[in-house]
């Protein structure tokens, strides 16, 4: 059968085989001759009964991003007319070029056009497959880290020991004043808030239960929580997550260290360690605050305040403060180290992950002090 071709013989060179059809380019595969070439495949018509659409790139020795464009208008004219297209003649030069820049039809995802409702559910389902994740990974970072623990009390000086007075002094030491002074403002309210109140039962002396027994048991360890959750535990993703951008965690792996009891352990114990202490000073500085408060707007005195206060105030509820807070010096640090080392990228992921420690700090708090609350209430305390 005669083949009908419409071609431009300065442009390509056409030549028609035994059920083929092959295409030599003439002229630079660039973007400078692209309108001769566009010109060409609106023109460019096979009426036969060939199979094969063959591009000879024997020729061509200059080429640039418009090869890929040429290429991927070819392969649709063969699949509209149901050829096969083969490219012939390839260096391996520009194999590579075409490999590294061509998108195959395989990876191009149309998206569904979805109702308001469906594109809805698929976002909480993504929440909540995220959401899961994230737990199942902290669960196993918890373990390395209590794993870590256990064999730290067999081999002490596998941690950084000289690490540990630094970050104790920045999540501790440095952390007292702001402490002490939001404990005394916080014990002033309560102890205002509760004298008005009490005033009006004639219960004055009272005030000395709500302001030890709150301070004690539950808004010290919790408000101080909440402070070194901001200081310390967003510090630490800050920190360890610039290392993980800078690939310095990679080194240390790559060095045989554990990056566990070189990085996390140093900042889980001194946070931990810290929190108690802080807890104990808050509690002067709130009862103190509360003092101040209810003195000048309750007519008692100090020594009946005092003496109130030793009646109520037991050490159960004193050593249920501390240790609550014990435990959440714990969950800060290692939320904060674990959400440094979730960071990848650049910049934006360090600030994105100090700011979700924060935020999965106080959660995993508040969540804690609530699953304390039932348990002392279970057993008494």
Same mark, same amino acid.
């Given at each position: 059968?005669?083949?009908?071709?419409?071609?431009?013989?300065?442009?390509?060179?056409?030549?028609? %085989?035994?059920?083929?059809?092959?295409?030599?380019?003439?002229?630079?595969?660039?973007?400078?001759?692209?309108?001769?070439?566009? %010109?060409?495949?609106?023109? @460019?018509?096979?009426?036969?009964?060939?199979?094969?659409?063959?591009?000879?790139?024997?020729?061509?020795?200059?080429?640039?991003?418009?090869?890929?464009?040429?290429?991927?208008? +070819?392969?649709?004219?063969?699949?509209?007319?149901?050829?096969?297209?083969?490219?012939?003649?390839?260096?391996?030069?520009?194999?590579?070029?075409?490999?590294? @820049?061509?998108?195959?039809?395989?990876?191009? !995802?149309?998206?569904?056009?979805?109702?308001?409702?469906?594109? @809805?559910?698929?976002?909480?389902?993504?929440? =909540?497959?995220?959401?899961? /994740?994230? !737990?199942?990974?902290?669960?196993?970072?918890?373990?390395?880290?209590?794993?870590?623990?256990? %064999?730290?009390?067999? %081999?002490?000086?596998?941690?950084?020991?000289?690490?540990?007075?630094?970050?104790?002094?920045?999540? $501790?030491?440095?952390?007292?004043?702001?402490?002490?002074?939001?404990? #005394?403002?916080?014990?002033?309210?309560?102890?205002?808030? &509760? #004298?008005?109140?009490?005033?009006?039962? $004639? #219960?004055?002396?009272?005030?000395?239960?709500?302001?030890?027994?709150?301070?004690?048991?539950?808004?010290?360890?919790?408000?101080? =929580?909440?402070? !070194?959750?901001?200081?310390?535990?967003?510090?630490?993703?800050?920190?360890?997550?610039?290392?993980?951008?800078?690939?310095?965690?990679?080194?240390?792996?790559?060095?045989?260290?554990?990056?566990?009891?070189? +990085?996390?352990?140093?900042?889980?114990?001194?946070? =931990?360690?810290?929190?108690?202490?802080?807890?104990?000073?808050?509690? @002067?500085? &709130?009862?103190?605050? &509360?003092?101040?408060?209810?003195?000048?707007?309750?007519?008692?005195?100090?020594? $009946?305040?005092? /003496?109130?206060?030793?009646?109520?105030?037991?050490?159960?509820?004193?050593?249920?403060?501390?240790?609550?807070?014990?435990?959440?010096?714990?969950?800060?640090?290692?939320?904060?180290?674990?959400?440094?080392?979730?960071?990848? &990228?650049? #910049?934006?992921?360090?600030?994105?992950?100090?700011?979700?420690?924060?935020?999965?700090?106080? +959660?995993?708090?508040?969540?804690?002090?609530?699953?304390?609350?039932?348990?002392?209430?279970?057993?008494?305390?």
């Amino acid at each position: 059968m005669k083949k009908k071709v419409t071609q431009s013989v300065d442009v390509i060179n056409q030549k028609i %085989n035994n059920k083929s059809v092959e295409l030599i380019p003439l002229i630079e595969l660039t973007l400078k001759n692209a309108a001769l070439y566009d %010109n060409y495949l609106k023109k @460019f018509r096979i009426e036969g009964d060939e199979s094969v659409l063959n591009l000879n790139l024997t020729t061509i020795q200059n080429y640039d991003t418009y090869l890929i464009l040429f290429v991927n208008s +070819l392969k649709e004219i063969a699949n509209r007319e149901n050829y096969t297209f083969e490219i012939i003649g390839l260096t391996e030069k520009t194999k590579k070029f075409l490999e590294t @820049f061509s998108i195959s039809p395989e990876s191009i !995802v149309i998206a569904d056009h979805l109702s308001f409702t469906r594109r @809805f559910f698929n976002y909480i389902g993504e929440e =909540a497959k995220s959401f899961f /994740n994230d !737990v199942i990974s902290f669960i196993e970072f918890f373990g390395q880290i209590f794993a870590a623990l256990l %064999n730290l009390l067999i %081999n002490p000086s596998k941690m950084r020991w000289k690490d540990f007075p630094f970050h104790f002094t920045r999540a $501790g030491v440095n952390a007292v004043f702001i402490c002490l002074l939001i404990m #005394a403002l916080l014990g002033l309210i309560t102890g205002y808030q &509760g #004298a008005v109140q009490l005033k009006h039962f $004639g #219960a004055d002396i009272f005030v000395a239960d709500l302001v030890g027994i709150s301070i004690a048991r539950e808004l010290s360890p919790l408000m101080i =929580a909440i402070l !070194v959750a901001g200081r310390s535990g967003s510090a630490f993703a800050a920190e360890i997550g610039t290392m993980k951008v800078s690939e310095e965690i990679d080194a240390l792996k790559s060095m045989g260290f554990d990056y566990i009891q070189f +990085l996390v352990l140093p900042r889980v114990l001194s946070v =931990a360690i810290a929190m108690p202490i802080l807890t104990l000073l808050g509690d @002067f500085a &709130g009862i103190g605050g &509360g003092i101040i408060a209810s003195l000048a707007t309750l007519d008692i005195s100090l020594s $009946g305040f005092l /003496n109130e206060l030793q009646r109520a105030l037991t050490f159960g509820d004193l050593f249920s403060g501390l240790g609550k807070s014990i435990i959440f010096g714990f969950l800060i640090a290692s939320v904060g180290c674990f959400r440094g080392l979730q960071v990848k &990228g650049g #910049a934006e992921s360090v600030g994105k992950y100090t700011t979700i420690s924060v935020v999965t700090g106080i +959660l995993m708090i508040i969540l804690a002090d609530a699953v304390f609350t039932f348990l002392f209430q279970a057993i008494g305390i």
